[in-house]
């Protein structure tokens, strides 16, 4: 189960990561096909700013951060619904 600002943060971290391989101060001895992958991947790569604007216009995907009674109640009522739908919780066939 994600949350909204779990995912928020995952997608800014990654972004970080990728800037940290294109940057040889951060990352001196990698090979240069993977500094050119990273920055490419940059290249379409949200912002900040387009996270932001994620974040304001889909709260219920993207959210830069949840007070701890909202992350308390969401995971609660995440869990309870896995728990309740069939199509999560359908029986597996034995294997024998």
Not at 18 to 36: A, E, G, V, W
Not at 64 to 87: I, K, N, S
Request: glycine fraction near 2%; proline fraction near 9%; include cysteine.
């Amino acid at each position: 189960m994600t949350l909204p600002d779990e995912r928020y943060r995952a997608v800014v971290q990654t972004r970080r990561f990728l800037l940290d391989l294109c940057n040889p101060q951060h990352t001196p001895r990698l090979p240069k096909l993977i500094r050119d992958t990273a920055r490419s991947m940059l290249r379409h790569y949200p912002s900040d700013w387009d996270m932001q604007r994620a974040a304001q216009a889909c709260p219920e995907v993207f959210q830069e951060r949840m007070e701890d009674l909202h992350r308390f109640v969401a995971a609660g009522q995440q869990q309870r619904t896995a728990a309740w739908d069939p199509e999560v919780n359908q029986p597996q066939p034995r294997e024998d």
